[in-house]
């Protein structure tokens, strides 16, 4: 019996069963007590302060005690249902949270480096779209409205109003009723475009000031115009438009950088489409069905 017993102690198996067993043993006491990382939410001084600063930015005030201890549980009650939804998986197959998920990606690869951008590298960049940035003309002026559909010798009228006009005849006692303003101060050639039409706003900048001029023609009818004064289209320098360029300048080197990192990141996938035939044709997708990229 002794040999036997002997025989079975030098086993290998028995050895790696018993330090199974004491290893069992040994972390089944340790953390008999302890909490699971999972399941443990801290809550830092840090965290609390920036609790209480947001809140502060809110109300432009800082929250009494009561405030913010209904803040700090809110915030955790956020954490448990946050921690719980992953645990079961919620966040899975969501559109939204994939979406979100995303734009705080793309928000985190964005490089700002740029933002030191020396004057030389932003006239390069303006240089590459001057027109964006150019200051469009200004224009005040006064317009008479006549309606052809109310005037039968509509020329014959046309010409006798202008000629009153010039004469020095008060252009609000003239015309015929529109809501559009018979006033129009220092306006941006868009704005004018927006209220008459591309070719009215065209033709308006392009008049001499001074004497009354027309008919003009609008989507509304006629015009007689009389160009008051123009600030002609001009082409800023840098100095002076130097943030709204840095501003577009950094948006692009953005992109630019988001999509560098995601062609980097892309290379390591490989990418399958399924065919996709329509119900009419049996044709495939316009996107290259099947294709791998």
């Known amino acids: 019996m002794p040999e036997r017993i ?24 340790a953390n008999e007590n302890a909490e699971t990382p999972e399941k443990r939410i801290h809550i830092d001084r840090g965290q609390v302060q920036q609790l209480a600063s947001n809140f502060e930015r809110t109300w ?23 921690r719980e939804a992953m645990a079961m998986g919620i966040d899975q197959n969501d559109p939204m949270v994939r979406r979100r998920m995303r734009m705080k990606l793309e928000f985190m690869l964005e490089d700002l480096s740029g933002q030191d951008a020396s004057d030389e590298v932003l006239s390069k960049f303006l240089a590459k779209d001057p027109e964006r940035y150019r200051n469009e003309a200004l224009v005040a002026f006064h317009q008479v409205y006549l309606n052809p559909d109310l005037r039968p010798d509509f020329d014959t009228d046309a010409s006798r109003l202008l000629s009153r006009l010039n004469g020095g005849s ?26 008459f039409g591309e070719e009215f706003a065209s033709q308006v900048v392009s008049l001499p000031p001074g004497d009354w001029r027309g008919p003009i023609f609008s989507p509304f009818g006629a015009h007689l115009v009389r160009l008051d004064s123009r600030t002609d289209a001009r082409m800023p320098d840098l100095a002076e438009i130097r ?35 329509t119900p009419k044709t049996g044709m495939l997708s316009s996107a290259v069905a099947g294709e791998r990229r």
């Open 170 to 195: 008060d252009p609000d006692s003239l015309g015929d009723r529109t809501l559009v303003p018979r006033t129009y101060h220092l306006t941006r050639q868009s704005e004018v475009a927006r209220d």
């Open 243 to 277: 943030d709204d360029v840095l501003r577009d300048y950094l948006a692009e080197k953005r992109d630019e950088q988001k999509n560098l990192a995601y062609q980097k990141l892309r290379e390591g996938y490989e990418v399958t489409v399924d065919p996709l035939n």
């Open 6 to 29: 002997h025989a079975l102690w030098r086993e290998p198996l028995l050895h790696f069963l018993l330090i199974g067993f004491a290893l069992f043993l040994y972390y089944g006491m």
């Open 60 to 82: 432009s005030r800082p929250p009494t005690a009561e405030e913010l201890d209904a803040i700090v549980e809110n915030h955790v009650r956020e954490e448990v249902f946050y």
